[in-house]
């Protein structure tokens, strides 16, 4: 095990009839994994919950509580996105974070579109590209391109200039992530120069072992880099110690994982998607764990998830047990 960099990624859930509170509390996390030395935090973006729906909007936010760690957004659907006016707020976190920013990105249909409908279509549905190519417009509108031919320039209050997407932030464009759950989306990040993500879904395209099936999305991803390009690979796990909670804590945590054990017991539904298991126990029963799993001595970055709805305290407790007492022992040193 060589764990060099270790990063969690909470949900940044909240009441309906409170959301300042939630999203305080996910600053507040942000703040507390800086002060035990954790490389990065990171959010989730989702639609239509009760969650973050804007991870640029939630970071920049970060970025006036934070100073050092790695801030992180898992992963944005571009589905749902314009990639010009996303690298533009992209960028501006970036810049306001002094080069900090990691953003994590997928393809396809939006989950919810239909059940937007007009409310999000501009055109019909069956027009749009919603493909890997959708990604890479992204990140071709983070280059510093100049636009137009050498004769364009804008005119404004500001002054006459060349026209680019700004501001721009150097080096961004090479700390963007791609949520891979396919052996085709593993191979088309490592083509394309893109950081790869590993959570706990994917597709169980030749195997019913998630595992196994893991470890041949992070294989398939190294053969497809192309030369001197080598992309970060991190890989997520929801990871609960129990060690320092209290004992009805302890029976909580133990509830949780109980519910979600039938789902990972074959695969699900017509796109055969597998579930890792979550690793709650003491700090010497998920250590044993991990020593078995066959894809953590192929990554160098370990990200753990934490699980929706449980508290800020929970999520403090969690953290601080996992900095102490198990990524020390996978090689990690707090910074």
Do not use: C
Request: avoid cysteine; aromatic fraction near 8%; charged fraction near 25%.
């Amino acid at each position: 095990m060589s764990i060099r960099h270790l990063a969690f990624l909470t949900p940044g859930n909240f009441a309906e009839t409170d959301p300042y509170a939630g999203l305080e509390a996910a600053l507040k996390l942000f703040e507390f994994g800086e002060k035990l030395g954790f490389n990065g935090a990171w959010v989730r973006q989702r639609h239509l919950e009760r969650g973050v729906s804007s991870a640029a909007t939630f970071l920049a936010a970060a970025t006036q509580r934070t100073r050092r760690i790695e801030l992180g957004a898992a992963v944005i659907q571009m589905g749902y996105e314009n990639p010009f006016r996303l690298a533009e707020d992209l960028a501006t976190v970036d810049i306001l974070a002094r080069g900090r920013l990691q953003v994590g990105l997928s393809a396809g249909v939006p989950l919810h579109g239909a059940l937007l409908g007009n409310r999000f279509y501009d055109t019909a549905p069956n027009t749009v590209d919603y493909t890997h190519k959708r990604v890479g417009r992204l990140k071709a509108n983070l280059a510093p391109t100049l636009l137009g031919d050498a004769q364009t320039f804008i005119e404004s209050a500001g002054g006459r200039v060349r026209p680019q997407v700004q501001p721009h932030a150097p080096g961004l464009a090479n700390r963007l992530w791609y949520g891979g759950g396919s052996l085709r989306s593993a191979e088309w990040a490592g083509r394309n120069g893109f950081n790869l993500l590993q959570g706990n879904v994917l597709s169980g395209e030749n195997t019913d072992d998630f595992l196994a099936a893991q470890l041949g999305l992070v294989e398939r991803f190294r053969a497809s880099e192309g030369g001197e390009h080598k992309g970060r690979v991190a890989l997520g796990r929801v990871i609960v110690p129990l060690d320092s909670a209290d004992a009805a804590t302890r029976k909580r945590y133990r509830a949780f994982a109980a519910g979600r054990v039938e789902r990972t017991l074959s695969p699900q539904g017509e796109r055969r998607t597998l579930f890792a298991s979550d690793l709650v126990g003491t700090s010497d029963e998920i250590l044993e764990r991990l020593r078995q799993d066959p894809v953590l001595p192929q990554v160098e970055e370990l990200r753990v998830e934490l699980p929706y709805n449980f508290s800020g305290e929970d999520y403090e407790q969690i953290l601080s047990d996992l900095g102490a007492r198990i990524a020390p022992e996978l090689g990690w040193r707090a910074l």
